[in-house]
């Protein structure tokens, strides 16, 4: 979408616009979210067999920053805000929590490549992420939405500030808030560098994005 009036391409828009609506039709059903109320997110993956209706953090901050489907960009960020800024929540990698007896269990508890991570709370399974807040931060900013960026700034220093000791560990556990995963990830440290950021900059910052 981008190259094509650069490179003089306008298949290339034409294909953009294709693979958007297709992200669409895909992504986006038109019955209410499956884990509760009307719906504000995407579909986190398919399957032949069935759609993953958890909040996949990361895909919505992404799609919202790219705003490739505009239409869908406001209810993805008004969830975040009513779902869980409202509430004093920071916005965890994935959720709901799959728990140990839900259907989700046995292929979560048996996909790991050095040793299982996903325990209810931690890693991507309701672990809260720096580097997603970020851009989460940058999505809210990229919208005009300064109220919800400095809530969310707000919402993580107060949860650094009540650390004992902290790293720049990959993630915070979902409940207890303690800071998890390996020590000294920069891309921990670049969540909070955008965090800053979306909170200083008007939306006009971060055009060049789209």
């Not at 995407?42 to 489907?69: K, N």
């Not at 009540?162 to 808030?177: A, K, N, P, Q, V």
């Amino acid at each position: 979408r981008l190259l094509a009036p650069l490179a003089g391409r306008p298949a290339w828009a034409e294909k953009a616009a294709a693979i958007a609506r297709v992200i669409d039709e895909r992504y986006w059903p038109s019955t209410d979210w499956q884990c509760g109320g009307p719906r504000r997110f995407p579909v986190a993956a398919t399957s032949p067999v069935r759609t993953d209706e958890h909040l996949d953090l990361a895909a919505c901050a992404l799609l919202a920053i790219a705003d490739l489907l505009p239409h869908r960009s406001a209810s993805i960020l008004d969830g975040m805000e009513q779902g869980f800024l409202a509430h004093g929540a920071l916005v965890p990698a994935f959720s709901p929590v799959i728990h140990e007896g839900d259907r989700d269990w046995d292929a979560l508890a048996g996909y790991h490549l050095h040793g299982f991570r996903n325990r209810p709370h931690e890693y991507h399974n309701g672990g809260i992420w720096p580097v997603w807040l970020g851009w989460l931060g940058v999505a809210f900013a990229r919208h005009g939405r300064v109220t919800a960026s400095g809530t969310l700034h707000a919402l993580t220093v107060a949860h650094l500030l009540r650390l004992t000791h902290f790293d720049f560990e990959e993630y915070f556990h979902g409940e207890t808030g303690e800071a998890l995963g390996t020590a000294g990830m920069a891309y921990t440290a670049t969540g909070f560098v955008l965090l800053d950021l979306a909170r200083q900059r008007g939306p006009e910052a971060w055009t060049w994005m789209a």
